[in-house]
């Protein structure tokens, strides 16, 4: 007798339980983003990958505090720019208003000409390849993985595109190769391993522009190589935005930018600004002394 009473109490606790979640779901599903289509928005054509910051103000509130003052910045189609500069500085938010995750408070940015205000957010991404230092892995195949750039990519353009960022390598030593299956978050990957996997997934996609935020994840001699050769490719003829932190992937850039309380205090190459004995040059003797004492 007691038992069908029973089921239908707990019955009714897991109803109550689940309304709630429902009702969080649909009130997360219901919020409408900051960033849409303008109702003019046209579609970005083929670009080369010209990017111009005109005088840039940025705010997250109407009347806060500037995230970036008067940031002024012109980029020629095929250059690597690397964004350097302490935590907070404001080099994560340039990039974000470039993909357009938030609009300029003030100023513009353009790409080939366009304000990226005035087109549209799928045709402005289809173009542009963003890396976050947590390479996201999902659950399924290597193969699978890589195949998110190109959802139509044949096996043979994944294995190029593999073997052009120096991942093939390692793929082929897994127990299935491309065939292997790995954990979401790829837990079964080594950080270095993960970094190559998004490298040839990003070359499969062919972006035009790239942001890059680069992973300070400790990894071996090996797989450091791996990387250094699988980035040098993935940057090659693109136009570049990265946020630097390895000393070999700032030296081979273009242009340097070093930002600091969200303004470019120094700009050159990495010979210029040594030269300068600045704000770059005490960044570069902190980080090789770092070093030295991590060896010693």
């Not at 940025?58 to 002024?72: A, C, H, Q, S």
């Not at 000409?113 to 087109?119: A, E, K, L, P």
């Not at 850039?253 to 070093?258: F, G, S, W, Y």
Request: aromatic share 8%; charged share 25%; with cysteine.
């Amino acid at each position: 007798f007691w038992e069908p009473v029973v089921n239908i109490g707990n019955f009714y606790t897991q109803l109550v339980t689940c309304s709630v979640y429902l009702e969080r779901i649909f009130e997360t599903l219901s919020i409408k983003p900051n960033i849409v289509d303008k109702s003019d928005a046209k579609e970005l054509p083929q670009i080369k990958g010209r990017v111009d910051v005109n005088d840039v103000v940025f705010r997250y509130e109407e009347n806060g505090k500037p995230i970036l003052n008067l940031v002024d910045l012109h980029i020629e189609p095929g250059t690597t720019v690397a964004l350097v500069g302490p935590t907070g500085a404001g080099k994560t938010t340039l990039v974000s208003l470039l993909s357009r995750f938030y609009d300029v408070s003030e100023g513009s940015i353009t790409i080939d000409g366009y304000d990226v205000r005035s087109i549209t957010l799928a045709s402005l991404r289809k173009q542009m390849g963003v890396m976050l230092q947590d390479s996201f892995i999902f659950s399924g195949t290597v193969k699978e993985n890589i195949r998110y750039g190109k959802l139509d990519a044949t096996d043979e353009e994944i294995e190029a595109a593999a073997r052009v960022v120096h991942a093939h390598e390692f793929i082929e030593e897994l127990p299935n190769g491309y065939d292997t299956e790995i954990e979401e978050r790829g837990a079964t990957l080594s950080a270095g391993q993960r970094q190559l996997i998004s490298f040839a997934r990003v070359l499969l996609a062919n972006p035009r522009i790239l942001i890059l935020d680069e992973a300070t994840s400790n990894i071996d001699t090996r797989t450091e190589e791996a990387l250094q050769a699988g980035l040098a490719q993935l940057l090659k003829d693109r136009t570049s935005f990265v946020i630097a932190h390895r000393l070999s992937t700032i030296e081979n850039a273009d242009l340097i930018c070093v930002i600091d309380h969200g303004q470019i205090v120094e700009r050159g190459s990495h010979e210029q600004l040594m030269a300068q004995k600045g704000a770059y040059y005490r960044l570069v003797e902190s980080q090789y002394a770092a070093i030295s004492a991590a060896i010693q």
